[in-house]
């Protein structure tokens, strides 16, 4: 059994608009590792905000740049930003 994602109360206070602002757009159009370049509005500054909170992962480069992904934490953020306060990813 794999260890549980989880997002709380203390994860949702350390998200800046900035934070919530790019998660929205970027998980608007990443299903899986997609370039930065998809995501209009969406900078560099704000990926490595999202990535060193756990939020997103970068991937390899491919022939557009980098590429990134939402993680299942950067998911239940998604949630909450939608108004559903999820706190636990399912297993799968």
């Not at 390899?60 to 998604?78: C, H």
Request: aromatic share 8%.
């Amino acid at each position: 059994m794999g260890e549980l994602i989880t997002f709380n109360e203390t994860d949702w206070r350390e998200l800046t608009g900035s934070d919530k602002k790019a998660l929205r757009i970027f998980s608007r159009v990443a299903i899986g590792f997609e370039p930065l370049a998809k995501a209009s509005g969406v900078g560099q500054k704000s990926m490595d905000a999202l990535i060193a909170k756990g939020l997103a992962m970068e991937g390899e480069r491919s022939l557009r740049g980098r590429t990134f992904k939402i993680t299942k934490k950067g998911r239940l953020a998604v949630e909450w930003l939608d108004g559903r306060r999820v706190r636990v990813y399912p297993e799968s």
